[in-house]
Structures are given as structure tokens and as C-alpha cells.
């Protein structure tokens, strides 16, 4: 009996489950600041209560002393209980209705034994939001039943508040956005995409209206398939500053408008419903020839190349470029009307130009186009040794220059410039030899001591 007691005294002293630990909560974060928001919006940001000790702890009370301004509220309508190891949360809200800085104090009082109380600063700034929303109308151009169209629009905040964009309302289900909530900081802008999903190509025109909060509602409008109406650029899908709907025959030819002048490309170019009229290419009387198939008279139907010659009307019917063919040709070329010298056979319009100082083509130029004739005009005849009489740089004497041209027509191209080897050693100026007129001078030639020459190129003279 005297060895019980001591071991039951022992073993009171050494059991600690009777000991009860007391309840503790924390609240984070100890100070809200719900920043600057425009006056009228309502922004909301989360405390969280988080158990650390003890069995399950159960908030309360909530109340929120104002200190300047009484924007700040919390939902005590639903007070948590804590479970040992969990979290929970109260949801604090800001709805200033007037410019300024707020602040207030929010304590909330558990059923801890030590410290129930936990005090949480609240503070934010409202002021009046300024905006601006960009374009005022937001135009998808020309959409066809099937495609979608793409647009959009822009807010800027101008203001020292956020806005909040909350909903966009539209009064035709045929525009959309997926725009959801979103907040537009001081500064920043947003930009809104929008959607247009036609059935048919009639035109149509929308509001989409802009839920901004304290920042009131915005309308921006919409248009699409709306030629008469809208951005005249959209529908001028050419570019020819001219749309369908303002009288383009062809919106997708550039060439193709009212008042562009007719041109020989098988497009109606004026939009007046004919094609290619008045131009070498349309036979504009009918006579089945056009200008560029040989009618030199493409207003009268008599006269084309088919036609036969009337030696008594002053007409050249046939358009061969004699008038009355064979009524008087005193040379017998078969020229009458035209011939410069009617009593020359070998001068007549079309006759081969010879090198023997007549016009034969009856041009008003002797010998153009022959060895006696300056065809470039640099003062040299190819039988006066000009090598090349289509290049006015090149003839006899001129300077001969590093160009691919035997520019002064010695039969020797670029020689005497830098890209040619002069003293033939292999080298030119360009390809560092130091002396083109020294053929034991190069950048391959060894250096000779005491010649006092730079015989390598090397910039050194021994």
C-alpha cells in the first residue's frame, strides 16, 4: 500500500490533457484600403478570419465606427463560426456618395477568452469621375450574312478615381461583346471589343449602352452594311474614293469610278456602261477595226484598213497613210499623199533610212538611226568612231570612268580607273595594288630592302 500512493501522485503531476488551451483567431489584414473610386461606385474587399488555437471560435458581434465620412459597411446579418483549423470570411463594402478621404473603424468581438475584440482600420477617397469614351460610333463597315464584324471602343480615365464598368446593354441581339466587369484605373484605358453577326446585308443602327457605375451610362453607337450613312472609307472598298453606294460600278477595281477617264483595259473605267469607248482599242464606229488594229479614222465607218481606196475623195480609206493612193505617185514608190520628194523612189513614208544625207522616211530627219547620224547626241557619229551611239557618255576622248563602259572607245573598258590592271600584274587599284603603273608592284611582290619602294603594299617601304 505505501508503493500506490506515490505512483498515483506521479501520475497526476505528469498528465497535461486536463490543461485547457485557450481560443485565438486572427484577422488579416488589419488595415483596408479600398483606394480612390468615384463617387456613387461600390468596391468590396474580404477579411479573413483564420483559427489558430483552441476549440471553434463564433464572431459576435460586428459594428464600424465612421470617423470621417459613413460609406463603410459590413454584412452582420450571417456572423461565422470558426472550426478549429478553418478560415472564414466577412465581406467589407466602400459606397462613397460624396467627393473626399474616409475612414472608420470596424471591430469584430468573438467568444475568445483572451483579446475577443480585433480592430480593423478602414479608409478610401471617392471623386467625381472624368472620362472619355472613343469613337462615339463604332462603324463594322460592309458585313456579309455569314461573316462577323469586328469593332470596338475605348474608355479613358482622365479622372484621379476608378470606374468601373459593370454591363453592356444593346438594343439589337446582333451585336454583342465578351467584355465581362472590369476596372479602369486613373490613367489606364480600356479597350471594349464588339462583335456584329449579320443574317441579312441590310443596313442597321445600334446603341450599346455602357453601365459605369458612379460614372453614370454611356451610349456609343453602331452601325454596319449602312453605305449611305456611314464612315465613307469602310465602303470605299477600292479606295478610289468613290463607294457603291455613291455611284462605283466596281468597288473591288480601283480603275473603275465615275469621272476616271477611260483607259484601253476592258474595264468600264467611267461607269457609264460601255467598256474601253474612246480609247485605241474599241472600235468606236463600228466598222469592225479598232485604233490599235489599224482604223486611222475611228469615227467614220467608211474608212479602215479593209476599206477600199476612193482616189477621188481626199480620204485615205484604206488607212495605209497614203490619201488617194495612185491618183498621182510621179516616182512610182506607191506614195503620192506623204512622199517628200515624189521624185526619189527611195524616199517615201516607211522607206528604210540609209546613211547617204536624205530623209528617206520622209520624218524630217536625214539619216537618223545609220553610221552618219549622232543618235545620242554627244557630237559623234558611229562613222566618226563613236562606239556605242546610244550612250551619250560614250565617245571618242570622253573620261574613261569605272563603270562597265568603254566610256572613251579605245576598245579597252575601265582601263585607267581604279577596277582595271593597268601594268598587268594581276592586281588593280581597287584590289590594293599601291602603283598600277609598276608591274613589279603589287600586294603579291616581295619586298626589296633598300629600294626605298613599297614593292608589297603594305604601306611600308624598306
Sequence with gaps: ?????????????????????PKELTVSPSLVDFGTIAVGDTTTEELTLTHVAGTEI?????????????????????????????????????????EGYHQAR????????????????????????????YPPMVDFGP???????RGSFTI????????????????????????????????????????????????????????????????????ANDCENGEPSLYDLDGDGTTACGGDCNDNEAAAAPGIPESCDSIDNNCNGNIDEGTDCADDDGDGYTELQGDCNDSAAAVNPGATEDISNGV??????????????????????????DSNATIYPTAPELADGL????????????????????????????CDDADPSAWPGATERADGVDDDCNGIT???????????DGFTEQGGDCDDADANISPADLEVAGDGRDNDCDGTAL
Excluded at 165 to 179: D, E, G, V
Excluded at 359 to 372: F, H, K, M, P, R
Aim: charged share 30%; aromatic share 6%; hydrophobic share 35%.
Design 58 to 98: 463564433r464572431v459576435v458581434d460586428l459594428s464600424i465606427l465612421d470617423i470621417a465620412g459613413s460609406w463603410f459597411s459590413a454584412d452582420d446579418s450571417n456572423l461565422p463560426t470558426i472550426a478549429i483549423g478553418e478560415s472564414g470570411a466577412i465581406t467589407v463594402s466602400y459606397s462613397p456618395q460624396e
Design 1 to 21: 500500500m505505501r508503493y500506490l500512493l506515490p505512483l498515483f501522485l506521479l501520475a497526476c503531476q505528469g498528465d497535461t490533457s486536463l490543461t485547457k488551451v
Design 156 to 223: 479613358r480615365n482622365s479622372g484621379a478615381a476608378a470606374i468601373q464598368l459593370n454591363s453592356l446593354f444593346f438594343t439589337s441581339s446582333l451585336f454583342s461583346s465578351a467584355q465581362g466587369e472590369a476596372k479602369v484605373l486613373s490613367g489606364m484605358e480600356l479597350e471594349v471589343p464588339l462583335l456584329y453577326t449579320p443574317q441579312d446585308g441590310d443596313p442597321i443602327v445600334g446603341i450599346v449602352s455602357i453601365d459605369l457605375g458612379g460614372a453614370g451610362l454611356r451610349e456609343v453607337e453602331l452601325r
Design 106 to 133: 470596424l471591430t469584430l468581438v468573438t467568444d475568445e477568452e483572451r483579446d475577443p475584440e480585433h480592430v480593423i482600420d478602414l479608409r478610401g477617397a471617392a471623386a467625381f469621375p472624368s472620362l472619355d469614351i
Design 414 to 424: 575601265d582601263d585607267r580607273t581604279e577596277v582595271y590592271d593597268d601594268d598587268g
Design 316 to 341: 485615205d480609206d484604206d488607212c495605209d497613210g497614203v490619201t488617194d493612193r495612185g491618183s498621182l505617185d510621179r516616182d512610182g514608190d506607191g506614195y503620192d499623199t506623204g512622199d517628200c520628194d
Design 143 to 149: 458585313v456579309d450574312p455569314g461573316d462577323i464584324g
Design 359 to 386: 530623209d528617206n522616211d520622209c520624218d524630217g530627219l536625214a539619216d537618223e538611226g545609220t553610221v552618219n547620224y549622232d543618235d545620242d547626241g554627244d557630237g559623234y557619229t558611229e562613222a566618226a568612231g563613236d
